[in-house]
């Protein structure tokens, strides 16, 4: 019995010894390869580093305290999404009567983009030859715009407004072809959007750019130093009636004769389901699609609560699935566009590992990129199919968590975050990916 004792109480000394001599080691390496360096001397930086198989963290370092993410929002929000939205995207509710398709739709971000050739909406609003009505007036909570996103980006194509009828992405994919001005909805090249004589300055050395006004979708050239080849600009929705006229319009040009109607509280009907969920949410991380993850957030709280509203689905979450956090985040939208959004490095940790947990390693790395793609695709490359992670970029922010295979077989989760820093995203993520690549390495 006491040979017993004394071999139980070794391992355990040892185990601690180990575990102690793993933490200091890696405490000089983060201070020799990140903490220690000029451009991070006056930034706030944190670091947590996750054994999932002891239950332990390796290192932390401010682990527990707040930090904006900017994107690494995005990983909570696919957590929800695979939770809860099942295998397949729900595009809308059809009820189909004697003489009238309703149509009530739910958010479905992939509907009309030419990436997804699928279109099972599209093809039953085809196939029934009704008269249309559209439902776009449902019970829902939510704005244009996510809570402290930067109004003054609505030009830029990240910027896509929240809708519960997305259509072409919500964007207007304007390009030149043949000293030809094309756009993707078509109907973005005539009034009210554009004025038809602009479109003549194309071709005059082809250096011109597309603008928007601020609130309006008025679309027009301007003068530019550069050639044009490509545009894309968010289209203002203004409560769906924008996505409406160019549904319509669409209809129209593929030869679908329905008359197209908006209708409050249309009547309940049958689910159509689009895409397989995992290949929306596989573009949503790979190239932080900001679009995806904020209409992927609305339609978690339509299957949670039956309605549209991020705040409201925000506050389920963490109150439920999300409870057990280590610390209780301020989560202000889906996509992390947000400077009010505040999570510490080991509430990612947790939630990595419940993904890990509940859905297995193989759905997660189907979805996660990996070393040379997506969003770390000039990153990692010597690491490819070792470490899935997701990036994070704002303003001074850069941010990456994930998971990595050590040369040893050892799975280990993880979360950088670093604010307040003056150098550039590249040289901050240099040194990010040199401390990961030396704990890689070593263990």
Partial sequence: M????????????????????????????????????????????????????????????????YFVPASNTKIPTCYAAMKFLGDSILSAYVLDSADILYVRPVGDPSFLLPEFAAQPLLNRIKASGKEVMLDISANHRFSAYG??????????????????????GNVVTFTSRNNNLTALPSMALRSPFMNESM????????????VRQQ???IFSLANSSRTFSKAVIPFKTLQGTTSFTFLKDTLSRLGINSTLRLVADAPSGQ???SIATDSLLRPLMHRSD????????????????????????????????????????RWADGSGLSRY?????????????????????????????????????????????YIYAKTGTLSGVVSLSGFLYTRKGKLLLFSTVVNNHQASS??????????????????
């Avoid at 198989?53 to 401010?62: G, L």
């Avoid at 479109?199 to 597309?210: D, E, R, S, Y």
């Avoid at 993520?429 to 990961?436: A, D, S």
């Fill in 199 to 210: 479109i003549q300055l194309v071709g005059k050395g082809g250096k011109f750019q597309v």
């Fill in 341 to 385: 959004n505040l999570f510490t490095p080991q509430d990612f940790v947790r939630i990595l590992e419940k993904m890990k947990d509940e859905f297995g390693m193989n759905r997660v790395k189907s979805i996660f990129p990996t070393g040379g793609e997506g969003t770390i695709a000039n990153y990692y490359t010597k690491d490819s199919g």
């Fill in 426 to 443: 590249t040289e901050i993520r240099r040194l990010v990916e040199e401390f990961l690549q030396g704990v890689r390495e070593k263990y």
């Fill in 215 to 217: 609130d309006q979708n």
């Fill in 2 to 65: 006491r040979q017993y004792f004394f071999g139980l109480l070794t391992i355990l000394i040892a185990s601690t010894l180990l575990s102690c001599g793993v933490s200091y080691q890696l405490k000089r390496s983060a201070n020799q390869t990140l903490l220690q360096k000029p451009v991070l001397k006056n930034a706030h930086v944190g670091v947590s580093i996750y054994d999932p198989a002891a239950k332990k963290f390796w290192y932390n370092y401010q682990g527990d305290k």
């Fill in 271 to 273: 689910p159509i389901y």
């Fill in 147 to 168: 809570s402290g996103w930067s109004w003054d980006d609505f030009q830029e194509a990240y910027l896509a407004e929240r809708s519960a009828l997305p259509i072409y």
């Fill in 290 to 329: 900001n679009f995806f993850a904020e209409q992927s957030l609305l339609m978690v709280s339509q299957r949670l609560l039956g309605k549209m509203d991020d705040d409201a689905v925000i506050d389920t979450l963490l109150k439920t699935v999300l409870a057990d956090l280590p610390q209780h985040p």
